[in-house]
């Protein structure tokens, strides 16, 4: 059994305030066309289909037109909601595209329902599980203590009750203790959203979706297959792909990346005024059709430096200034080494420094609550 594993589309997604919309469509044709040569029987799509909870139209549409042709070439293709997702959205229609070989996971309700497919070695069963949180799982095992990521997902992954005999797989979206993040993906708040992979242990293979560089967990049965596009200039050198995946006999199993080329790539380049204008430094290079980030080393600022840059550089998304001034400023950036926080992690240090004590947990509990909330946009 093969299938093509993909994950965080981000479709309808800004970067420096520059729509991906087209740079999406592309990639997703992209895609279509390693489809075609690869020739899987099952397409993975594991969270984050949408940017925001509330998409553009537009992203709408192309996931539409993605899902379509997908379904005009026989693909089974499984769908699950992600963190910036709405479950009930990606939900929406399930029953009436599963004859069509579309099959979205509904929303999360304290069990999963494996889909079955079958080939010469015997039953393949898909597992759907979307984006949960422990709030969400508690109220579906309250015979269980499930109070962190890691007990959500083995109260969810016990539920299965996996067949042994069978060749199981699951699509999930979560941050897996041990990988490795990138700029532009989030920290979930209050910092305890890691799961350990032995959870995961009885599959055969975990397509995993939320970080955006591909890696393995542990082991390559358990595996990020990263963003089909860079979304941060931290993934400029990143090498984007599609993960392919093939079940044989039960334990046998072989992955493999088909790259991907993006209609613009990402690149960092830095210099003075002088040096970043010169027509040698961009003629016959890929600079002035890429996503560009400058980097100028001129001591004094260049009036309408961004402008003037943007005539060479029509995709130059992002200006900064490396001199004597900015070096001397507050460095804000963490000491190599150091933890990367969260929210809730930042504000239990701010008030702990301002009160010269903790915060209590009932303290901890309202104010978790009250970031998560502005942090999803609600208030």
């Known amino acids: 059994m093969k299938f093509m594993h993909l994950?965080?589309?981000?479709?309808?997604?800004?970067?420096?305030?520059?729509?991906?919309i087209e740079d999406q469509r592309y990639i997703l044709q992209e895609?279509?066309?390693?489809?075609?040569?690869?020739?899987?029987?099952?397409?993975?799509?594991?969270?984050?289909?949408?940017?925001?909870p509330v998409p553009p139209g537009e992203a709408v549409e192309l996931f539409d037109e993605f899902l379509v042709e997908l379904s005009l070439r026989g693909k089974q293709v499984f769908v699950i909601s992600g963190n910036h997702d709405s479950p009930e959205r990606i939900a929406f229609g399930g029953r009436l595209m599963a004859p069509s070989g579309i099959h979205m996971a509904?929303?999360?309700?304290?069990?999963?329902?494996p889909f079955a497919m079958e080939d010469a070695y015997g039953t393949v069963r898909v597992y759907l599980l979307p984006f949960i949180k422990p709030v969400h799982a508690r109220r579906f095992f309250p015979e269980q203590e499930v109070s962190t990521y890691t007990d959500a997902m083995r109260a969810a992954i016990g539920q299965m009750?996996?067949?042994?005999?069978?060749?199981?797989?699951?699509?999930?979206?979560?941050?897996?203790?041990?990988?490795?993040?990138?700029?532009?993906?989030?920290?979930?708040?209050?910092?305890?959203?890691?799961?350990?992979?032995?959870?995961?242990?009885?599959?055969?293979?975990?397509?995993?979706?939320?970080?955006?560089?591909?890696?393995?967990?542990?082991?390559?049965k358990i595996r990020y297959c990263g963003t089909p596009l860079k979304y941060s200039f931290s993934e400029a050198k990143d090498r984007k792909s599609v993960t392919v995946v093939e079940l044989g006999r039960k334990g046998e199993l072989a992955v493999s990346t088909r790259p991907l080329l993006p209609l613009r790539d990402m690149e960092k380049i830095r210099g003075t005024y002088e040096e970043v204008t010169a027509r040698s430094f961009y003629e016959g290079t890929s600079r002035q059709k890429d996503y560009i980030h400058i980097t100028l080393t001129d001591e004094e600022d260049i009036p309408n430096a961004l402008a003037k840059l943007r005539v060479?550089?029509?995709?130059?998304?992002?200006?900064?200034?490396d001199n004597k001034r900015t070096r001397g400023q507050w460095d804000l950036t963490l000491e190599?080494?150091?933890?990367?926080q969260s929210p809730m992690e930042?504000?239990?240090?701010?008030?702990?420094?301002?009160?010269?004590?903790?915060?209590?947990a009932k303290q901890e509990e309202l104010a978790e609550a009250l970031i998560e909330r502005i942090w999803e946009g609600e208030v």
Request: net charge negative; glycine share 8%.
């Open 31 to 52: 895609i279509l066309k390693a489809a075609e040569e690869e020739k899987p029987d099952g397409v993975l799509i594991a969270g984050d289909v949408y940017d925001k």
């Open 106 to 113: 509904p929303v999360y309700q304290g069990s999963v329902e």
């Open 161 to 220: 009750k996996l067949d042994p005999g069978c060749r199981n797989v699951l699509v999930t979206h979560q941050f897996v203790t041990g990988a490795l993040r990138a700029e532009s993906e989030e920290l979930t708040v209050g910092g305890a959203d890691n799961v350990d992979a032995d959870v995961f242990q009885e599959f055969d293979y975990v397509a995993l979706g939320h970080l955006h560089r591909p890696q393995n967990c542990g082991s390559e």
């Open 336 to 340: 190599e080494g150091s933890k990367r």
């Open 346 to 360: 930042l504000f239990r240090d701010f008030y702990k420094s301002q009160n010269h004590q903790p915060m209590s």
């Open 7 to 20: 994950s965080d589309l981000h479709l309808g997604k800004r970067v420096n305030e520059f729509s991906m």
């Open 312 to 321: 060479i550089y029509p995709y130059l998304m992002k200006l900064d200034y």
